[in-house]
């Protein structure tokens, strides 16, 4: 591996896809070269109906990532390029199959915004977390803002938003902003444990049930219920809702293809 560079490490287990920012020596801290390996993953994640469930992860027991690498923030030509960079959050958000974010150390920054673009979150109890953007003069880009305000209440984002401080795995359990905490030596195999629940579920049902949520955060009551509907009759029209309804009814677990 090249250290200077990183990578971003892909394995899979029956239905269920690992994603490791590879780049221990300098905190799985993301370079472009990185970014345009998750660009050019996620589609093919998603394209692949073998992949049901993704868990992202960082290499190392420091960090999950603290996010951009500041030492190539230079290398762009100015403001404007920076702002239509091909972003590493951009791709993670963008993926259909649902993420959970096992989160085992720093997840600063951008590492922030990879682990909210996530699903689910988990912790290990080393874990921590800040927008810590605003120490250097700047804020985050990927996404931030609106995705601590989807999960913890206002006071707690502008507190976290405005400082730039750190908190801990507890904290963070506190306030929201991830499900569960965990020994680290049980983080990975928890949420892999989880990935392979949700993997077991109709492929397209659990699609669903993910850009149903999303657009619940963005939608008014009306529109939002409206959408959910559209959303219920494409999944009863599948064949894995027809083998559902008869497993259920012949008292056996489904067999589901993401039909």
Same mark, same amino acid.
């Given at each position: 591996?090249?250290?200077?560079?990183g990578?971003?490490?892909f394995?899979q287990? *029956?239905?269920?896809?690992?994603?490791?920012?590879?780049?221990? #020596? %300098?905190?799985?801290?993301a370079?472009r070269?990185?970014?345009?390996?998750?660009?050019?993953?996620?589609?093919?994640?998603?394209?692949?109906?073998?992949?049901?469930?993704?868990?992202?992860?960082?290499?190392?027991?420091?960090?999950?990532?603290? *996010?951009?690498?500041?030492?190539?923030?230079?290398?762009?030509?100015?403001?404007?390029? /920076?702002?239509n960079?091909?972003?590493?959050?951009?791709?993670?958000r963008?993926?259909?199959t649902?993420a959970?974010?096992?989160?085992?150390?720093y997840?600063?920054?951008?590492?922030?915004?990879?682990?909210?673009?996530c699903?689910?979150?988990?912790?290990?109890?080393?874990?921590? /977390?800040a927008?810590?953007? &605003? %120490?250097? #003069?700047? &804020? *985050?880009? *990927?996404?931030?803002t609106?995705?601590?305000?989807?999960?913890?209440?206002?006071?707690d984002?502008?507190?976290?938003l405005?400082t730039?401080?750190?908190?801990?795995?507890?904290?963070?359990?506190?306030v929201?902003?991830?499900?569960r905490?965990l020994?680290?030596?049980?983080?990975?195999?928890?949420?892999?444990?989880?990935?392979?629940? &949700?993997?077991?579920?109709?492929?397209?049902?659990?699609q669903?049930?993910?850009?149903?949520?999303r657009?619940?955060?963005?939608?008014?009551l009306?529109s939002?219920?409206?959408?959910?509907?559209?959303?219920?009759?494409?999944?009863?029209?599948?064949?894995?809702?027809v083998?559902?309804r008869?497993?259920?009814?012949?008292?056996?677990?489904?067999?589901?293809?993401?039909?």
């Amino acid at each position: 591996m090249n250290e200077d560079e990183g990578l971003v490490r892909f394995e899979q287990d *029956g239905h269920v896809g690992v994603l490791t920012l590879d780049r221990p #020596g %300098k905190l799985n801290a993301a370079t472009r070269t990185m970014s345009e390996q998750l660009l050019d993953l996620i589609p093919r994640i998603d394209d692949d109906p073998q992949v049901r469930a993704i868990v992202v992860t960082g290499a190392g027991d420091r960090a999950f990532s603290v *996010g951009s690498d500041i030492g190539e923030l230079d290398r762009y030509d100015g403001p404007w390029q /920076f702002r239509n960079r091909r972003d590493y959050c951009d791709a993670l958000r963008a993926l259909r199959t649902p993420a959970i974010a096992a989160v085992n150390g720093y997840a600063f920054g951008g590492g922030l915004e990879l682990a909210l673009s996530c699903d689910i979150r988990l912790a290990s109890d080393r874990a921590s /977390f800040a927008a810590a953007e &605003i %120490k250097l #003069g700047w &804020i *985050g880009g *990927g996404g931030v803002t609106a995705l601590l305000a989807a999960s913890l209440s206002a006071s707690d984002v502008a507190t976290m938003l405005l400082t730039g401080d750190p908190i801990d795995a507890v904290e963070a359990l506190r306030v929201g902003l991830v499900s569960r905490v965990l020994p680290a030596a049980e983080l990975l195999p928890a949420a892999t444990a989880l990935a392979h629940r &949700i993997a077991e579920r109709p492929p397209i049902a659990a699609q669903a049930a993910k850009a149903n949520l999303r657009a619940a955060l963005s939608m008014g009551l009306e529109s939002a219920i409206q959408y959910e509907r559209e959303l219920q009759a494409v999944a009863m029209g599948t064949r894995d809702a027809v083998e559902g309804r008869t497993a259920f009814a012949e008292r056996r677990t489904g067999v589901f293809e993401g039909r």
